[in-house]
């Protein structure tokens, strides 16, 4: 496989097939928790990207010699450093302070995100070291165009407004809660897979 | 009797109406992992609850010298530190005192180490001020609310991705429907 293809593949994967939070599954609880409105979503989205990526471009330098238990606390290690500056842009800045508050501990929490825990062992380091930082970034920006759509779809289903504006006549308050975010991620991971579905019939029928 | 009847009242009500994971969706992911395999949900179970009482135990005494304006900041550090150390001692003890089942044993203290379910225990006792007693019991909690939960998606999770669930919906977004409705219901018993 060459470079060119390889990369379309991982871009299809990271954002497609196996995107994090609509098909895969994983870094559930920011999203059903703490996004209920796009704000938050954004809040959660730059933090994630931030800790992920940086944590992951410096601990591809970690010596696989080193015992994987070691490896994994190292990894997370780094991430709750990585944190520390992101922590201090947030509540340094007035105009976001009280949106970064808002999410509560599900910020912090994002340094045990499975990217770093589990994918960096089983897929990104073991790829050539040019390719790590490609294929990570294309499943950072799945997690974060999902994790941002799925608070826009539902900030937007609980209170009606666009940018302000009143656009629905009803709401459904009721997805504010937990139980409403798990309600509203199966059915847009079930409506994402029958999109990848019909996408992969075009696709397939194309290279046909 | 009547006494005891009102513990253990309060434990099942801690496990099931304040369960972490139907009232906060901490460690969901792990929760679904764990469903796919249901003969080890003890096992993880128990790595999950030592995990988050000892850590919790740890962090306890290790906090008050990260109370500064400055090493405040590196809370979220001295938590993955603590969970560490719990974590190469787990697999030390194992290693020295049943080094037959290591090999089997090991994947679960993997999968139990660094996870939301156990972090998030470490934070909210953090925030909660708690004396040592109340922090230790609320990871016990942590710990056997996650079997709850787990057992309640494992007994039906092979239905949740059998053929009959629609391609779209089968395994992830059935799964995670199912968990919101249950999580639904204790919101409702609750009130």
Same mark, same amino acid.
Not at chain 1, 172 to 199: C, D, E, H, N, V
């Given at each position: 496989m060459n470079d060119r293809s390889f990369l379309h593949q991982s871009e299809r994967e990271g954002i497609l097939t196996k995107n994090p939070l609509f098909t895969s599954g994983v870094i559930i609880a920011p999203a059903v928790a703490a996004c209920t409105n796009i704000y938050s979503g954004i809040i959660l989205a730059s933090v994630f990207t931030v800790v992920t990526v940086v944590t992951l471009a410096l601990c591809r330098y970690v010596p696989r010699r080193i015992v994987y238990t070691l490896r994994i606390t190292l990894y997370t290690l780094v991430a709750s450093l990585v944190y520390v500056p992101v922590h201090i842009y947030f509540t340094s800045n007035p105009s976001l302070e009280e949106l970064y508050s808002a999410v509560g501990i599900y910020a912090p929490l994002l340094i045990t995100n499975s990217l770093i825990t589990l994918r960096s062992e089983t897929k990104f380091y073991r790829l050539a070291k040019p390719y790590v930082l490609k294929t990570a970034g294309y499943y950072v920006i799945g997690y974060d165009l999902a994790l941002i759509l799925f608070s826009a779809v539902r900030g =937007?289903?609980?209170?009606?407004?666009?940018?302000?504006?009143?656009?629905?006549?009803?709401?459904?308050?009721?997805?504010?809660?937990?139980?409403?975010? =798990?309600?509203?991620?199966?059915?847009?991971?079930?409506?994402?897979?029958?999109?990848?579905?019909?996408?992969?019939?075009?696709?397939?029928?194309?290279?046909? | 009797m009547a006494e005891f009847l009102n513990i253990l009242l309060a434990a099942v009500a801690a496990v099931t109406l304040d369960n972490v994971i139907f009232t906060t969706a901490i460690g969901t992911s792990t929760l679904i992992e764990c469903a796919r395999a249901p003969k080890h949900l003890l096992s993880f179970g128990a790595f999950i609850t030592e995990f988050s009482v000892l850590s919790s135990l740890l962090a306890y005494f290790l906090e008050p010298k990260f109370q500064g304006k400055v090493s405040g900041l590196f809370i979220p550090s001295l938590y993955v530190l603590c969970l560490g150390a719990v974590y190469v001692a787990t697999l030390l003890f194992i290693w020295l005192a049943a080094k037959k089942y290591f090999k089997t044993l090991k994947k679960y203290v993997h999968l139990s180490a660094f996870n939301c379910a156990v972090l998030g225990c470490l934070f909210n006792n953090g925030l909660s001020g708690e004396g040592l007693l109340g922090r230790l019991l609320y990871a016990a909690q942590i710990g056997v609310g996650f079997i709850f939960a787990t057992y309640l998606l494992a007994i039906n999770y092979k239905k949740l991705s059998s053929e009959e669930v629609p391609a779209s919906f089968r395994g992830f977004p059935a799964s995670i429907l199912y968990i919101g409705i249950i999580s639904m219901m204790i919101y409702s018993l609750r009130i």
């Open positions: =937007f289903l609980i209170d009606g407004t666009v940018l302000g504006e009143k656009v629905l006549s009803f709401t459904f308050p009721i997805l504010a809660a937990p139980y409403g975010g =798990f309600i509203l991620l199966a059915l847009m991971s079930a409506a994402f897979r029958w999109m990848i579905q019909i996408l992969n019939g075009v696709y397939k029928k194309d290279a046909a | -």
